[in-house]
């Protein structure tokens, strides 16, 4: 693994910015991408999960096996992407129920975990979520994590004045990034499990997100989400094409089924609330879902 570093310091807003750039290749990314079959395969954890889905999102729905991203692959697109995660307001339009996602985690955030004073924003794009939550704690110390240098700069822009605490700025993949064992009062993920594989990703991130925050933290996700009924996985994907037809048209509708065929292996929320509960979480929340959206969380 090799790793570059730097940090600097800034009086403005009296706030102490530190940025760690760290290069390198995940441990449990593929080197090349791979074809899905219908079925995933199964890491056989300690308790029977919920199966996962028997279609993953294909091109437009059709039935042909897709190849997946590599790592490095969704970096470069996300880092040409910057300012369609930008916007507090709406967040991703391409999402169904963004704004409200967001509200919901922050709060739910907000009201369970005291005291708050460290923020780790996994996937965090150009820092929406840690805004959010800002509102209502402006002065934690936010670590800002993204496979994305450009989203890590933007998210350094918007966030920095918000705060008087500390913000960190982390350029890696959660998977292999070296962060602190209960380090954490929240954590935030959102749109980013997504791009796990198979179940032993899926395991090592939600035991690792449990080891990262300290007893009484909370784990608040928005997400892309499948169904583990093939009919029901079919009928809410058409109806999240119909809802992106009448946002941007049939051409945009194609390009965003596209990136989900290229990009994600979404699971159900059955599946990833039992993996909660399994990593250690005592408590597991529901807090939305419309379509193949859903807000939820854990505590520990």
Same mark, same amino acid.
Request: charged share 20%; glycine share 4%.
């Given at each position: 693994?090799?790793?570059?570093?730097? @940090?600097?310091?800034?009086?403005?807003?009296?706030?102490?910015?530190?940025?760690?750039?760290?290069?390198?290749?995940?441990?449990?990314?593929?080197?090349?991408?791979?074809?899905?079959?219908?079925?995933?395969?199964?890491?056989?954890?300690?308790?029977?999960?919920?199966?996962?889905? @028997?279609?993953?999102?294909?091109?437009?729905?059709?039935?042909?096996?897709?190849?997946?991203?590599?790592?490095?692959?969704?970096?470069?697109?996300?880092?040409?992407?910057?300012?369609?995660?930008?916007?507090?307001?709406?967040?991703?339009?391409?999402? =169904?129920?963004?704004?409200?996602?967001?509200?919901?985690?922050?709060?739910?955030?907000?009201?369970?975990?005291?005291?708050?004073?460290?923020?780790?924003? =996994?996937?965090?794009?150009?820092?929406?979520?840690?805004?959010?939550?800002?509102?209502?704690?402006?002065?934690?110390?936010? &670590?800002?994590?993204?496979?994305?240098?450009?989203?890590?700069?933007?998210?350094?822009?918007?966030?920095?004045?918000?705060?008087?605490?500390?913000?960190?700025?982390?350029?890696?993949?959660?998977? &292999?990034?070296?962060?602190?064992?209960?380090?954490?009062?929240?954590?935030?993920?959102?749109?980013?499990?997504?791009?796990?594989?198979?179940? @032993?990703?899926?395991?090592?991130?939600?035991?690792?997100?449990?080891?990262?925050?300290?007893?009484?933290?909370?784990?608040?996700? &928005?997400?892309?989400?499948?169904?583990?009924?093939?009919? =029901?996985?079919?009928?809410?994907?058409?109806?999240?094409?119909?809802?992106?037809?009448?946002?941007?048209?049939?051409?945009?509708?194609?390009?965003?089924?596209?990136?989900?065929?290229?990009?994600?292996?979404?699971?159900?929320?059955?599946?990833?609330?039992?993996?909660?509960?399994?990593?250690?979480?005592?408590?597991?929340?529901?807090?939305?879902?419309?379509?193949?959206?859903?807000?939820?969380?854990?505590?520990?």
């Amino acid at each position: 693994m090799h790793a570059k570093s730097k @940090a600097f310091s800034a009086s403005a807003n009296k706030n102490h910015i530190l940025i760690h750039f760290i290069q390198q290749k995940p441990k449990l990314a593929h080197s090349k991408p791979i074809t899905l079959p219908h079925s995933t395969p199964s890491a056989q954890p300690s308790k029977k999960l919920a199966p996962a889905p @028997a279609l993953y999102y294909t091109t437009f729905m059709n039935n042909k096996p897709t190849p997946k991203a590599t790592v490095d692959q969704i970096r470069q697109r996300f880092d040409s992407d910057v300012d369609r995660f930008s916007n507090l307001q709406t967040g991703q339009t391409s999402t =169904i129920d963004a704004a409200l996602a967001m509200d919901l985690i922050t709060q739910a955030a907000h009201a369970v975990t005291t005291p708050i004073r460290n923020i780790l924003d =996994i996937g965090c794009g150009a820092g929406n979520n840690t805004l959010k939550l800002l509102q209502l704690v402006p002065d934690a110390n936010c &670590t800002l994590l993204d496979l994305s240098q450009p989203m890590l700069q933007r998210a350094q822009q918007r966030v920095t004045p918000c705060t008087t605490g500390t913000v960190t700025l982390i350029q890696s993949d959660i998977r &292999t990034a070296d962060l602190p064992a209960e380090g954490y009062d929240i954590i935030l993920a959102a749109a980013v499990l997504h791009h796990l594989r198979d179940d @032993a990703d899926w395991q090592a991130v939600f035991a690792k997100l449990h080891r990262l925050l300290r007893p009484g933290g909370s784990l608040w996700i &928005t997400d892309l989400v499948a169904h583990d009924n093939p009919a =029901i996985d079919r009928l809410m994907q058409q109806r999240y094409a119909d809802y992106l037809t009448a946002l941007g048209g049939a051409d945009y509708c194609q390009q965003v089924f596209d990136y989900i065929a290229q990009e994600d292996t979404p699971r159900s929320i059955p599946y990833q609330l039992d993996l909660l509960r399994q990593s250690g979480f005592r408590q597991v929340e529901l807090l939305h879902k419309n379509t193949t959206f859903a807000a939820y969380g854990a505590i520990k």
